[in-house]
């Protein structure tokens, strides 16, 4: 069973920057892809960015390009998730997910392994 692990979650001023970390288990070799999430009060789990494990393919949402970056260690089963000019609409808690099967990656139903997640405010 592939088991999640966020970290580097917290509280910035709009403008500033975080790198989000993902550690993933020995058995991510299973997984297609790796994604982030996030989910903000009110709202649904929208898709953030992904990565595939063997082609390194990336994916990113509209709302981030150009200010998020997502690369993959699979040396150390890790997913990062770089966040520059972040922004208050940025606030939400982000969830780390892995997916066995090939797929769409932005659709939140693909994935079969979640994280607990780690809160990122961004205030204005």
């Known amino acids: 069973q592939v088991q999640l692990v966020e970290s580097g979650g917290g509280l910035v001023q709009a403008g500033g920057s975080l790198r989000l970390s993902c550690a993933a288990s020995?058995?991510?070799?299973?997984?297609?892809?790796m994604g982030w999430f996030r989910q903000a009060p009110g709202k649904e789990r929208e898709f953030v960015c992904a990565?595939?494990?063997?082609?390194?393919?990336?994916y990113v949402a509209n709302s981030v390009k150009g200010r998020f970056t997502i690369s993959r260690d699979s040396a150390k089963n890790t997913v990062y998730l770089q966040m520059n000019s972040l922004k208050p609409e940025d606030t939400a808690v982000y969830y780390c997910?892995?997916?066995?099967?090939?797929?769409?990656?932005?659709?939140?139903?693909?994935?079969?392994?979640w994280g607990q997640g780690t809160q990122v405010t961004v205030s204005s």
């Open positions: 990565v595939t494990w063997s082609g390194g393919s990336t």
């Open positions: 997910a892995a997916a066995v099967s090939p797929g769409d990656v932005v659709v939140r139903y693909r994935y079969n392994y």
């Open positions: 020995e058995r991510t070799f299973s997984s297609y892809a």
